[in-house]
């Protein structure tokens, strides 16, 4: 399974950036999916999960409320929204795919992810 993030970019606080992610060689209609980031020299940091069954979304506190991830098992990609922009969001954002998770889990560790996509960078001015 290979991960294609893009969307990221340079946007002032306050705006609002969408990503995406589009998987190949697997469909992720079976797979848990996930948002990381990483900020430099930060470890990476979970930011929400969509189990593939019954469509439940988890989401970090960082960014509940802000964040939306959605998915299009059609277009076998998923989506993060991100509205409210901080400069604390400033970071590489992940895509990850759990080929194993349960129907309606959404994992929030990284280790359970078996997939990752290249990363894309997003920065948030002040």
């Known amino acids: 399974v290979q991960l294609q993030a893009s969307g990221g970019g340079l946007v002032q606080a306050g705006g609002s950036l969408r990503l995406s992610c589009v998987a190949s060689?697997?469909?992720?209609?079976?797979?848990?999916m996930a948002w990381f980031r990483q900020a430099p020299g930060k470890e990476r940091e979970f930011l929400a999960s969509?189990?593939?069954?019954?469509?439940?979304?988890y989401y970090a506190d960082a960014v509940k409320g802000r964040f939306t991830m959605s998915r299009d098992n059609a277009r076998n990609s998923v989506y993060l929204q991100m509205n409210s922009l901080k400069p604390e969001d400033t970071a590489v954002y992940y895509c990850?795919?759990?080929?194993?998770?349960?129907?309606?889990?959404?994992?929030?560790?990284?280790?359970?992810?078996?997939?990752w996509g290249q990363g894309t960078q997003v920065t948030v001015s002040s």
């Open positions: 060689g697997g469909t992720i209609s079976r797979y848990a």
């Open positions: 990850a795919a759990d080929v194993g998770a349960g129907e309606n889990a959404t994992p929030r560790v990284s280790r359970f992810y078996d997939y």
């Open positions: 969509g189990a593939w069954n019954n469509g439940k979304t």
